[in-house]
């Protein structure tokens, strides 16, 4: 079992920042893979970042939703098994709870079902 913590959601005016982190714990495998996506009241739950996990630095490979690109950014500490998104020019349209996720395979999808493990979600809320 893989269990997944979050923090850093909270309240921002529009055009501001926050930064997520999500730390694994359990049995991870050597490569994995670890991602956000975000669910709004009412909406499907949708892809936002994934990233691979890996002790090497290549074959990495980073996704992240045309929605968001160019104002979030996901990183990561492999030693720390721990991912990040740093969320800029927040809109009051990425309101959400947002969860992580994590896949025991090298490749991040951009598939829900595709993620084995998840965290409790966090609630990001943008006030315009």
């Known amino acids: 079992q893989v269990q997944l913590v979050e923090s850093g959601g909270g309240l921002v005016q529009a055009g501001g920042s926050l930064r997520l982190s999500c730390t694994a714990s359990g049995r991870t495998t050597s490569n994995y893979a670890m991602g956000w996506f975000r669910q709004a009241p009412g909406k499907e739950r949708e892809f936002v970042a994934a990233t691979t996990i890996t002790i090497s630095s290549t074959g990495d490979i980073a996704r992240i939703a045309d929605s968001v690109k160019g104002r979030f950014t996901i990183s990561r500490d492999n030693a720390k098994k721990t991912v990040y998104l740093q969320m800029n020019s927040l809109k009051p349209e990425d309101t959400a709870v947002y969860y992580c996720?994590?896949?025991?395979?090298?490749?991040?999808?951009?598939?829900?079902?595709?993620?084995?493990?998840w965290g409790q979600g966090t609630q990001v809320t943008v006030s315009s």
């Open positions: 996720a994590a896949r025991l395979a090298a490749v991040p999808t951009m598939t829900a079902s595709s993620y084995a493990y």
